[in-house]
């Protein structure tokens, strides 16, 4: 297992060391992406119980914090999967529909389809 760049974050006013292949795009996203999740937290933390969370025990909290940001991958993956299923059974209805080449069109043959090229006019 290759390990990166020991980095340096800073979440929620808090400083964090992370070792990391990511590049800084990246690791913004995720620190954007982490801090949404424990506000979100928060926000419902205060709506249930009326009060802010500022006396949570922090590795609780953070505990809670992952458990959240795993429900939230875990929820795209299976809506991912049923958008997959979704798009392969349209597909297979539209090529259900397609009429398949290598039968010959029915019906009669337009006069003089039955003198090969070349032959001249028909007598």
């Known amino acids: 297992m290759t390990l990166g760049a020991e980095v340096p974050l800073e979440v929620l006013g808090r400083q964090v060391r992370v070792d990391t292949l990511a590049g800084p795009e990246e690791i913004n996203r995720a620190v954007a992406i982490l801090e949404a999740t424990f506000q979100d937290m928060e926000r419902a933390y205060e709506l249930r119980w009326g009060i802010p ?14 458990l959240n940001l795993a429900h939230r991958v875990a929820r795209l993956e299976r809506e991912a999967c049923q958008q997959s299923q979704n798009l392969e059974q349209t597909l297979t209805k539209l090529l259900d529909d397609v009429p398949d080449e290598s039968t010959p069109p029915s019906g009669p043959l337009p006069q003089g389809a039955n003198h090969p090229p070349g032959d001249g006019p028909e007598i």
């Open 53 to 66: 969370p500022s006396a949570l025990d922090t590795s609780s909290w953070l505990l809670m914090g992952a």
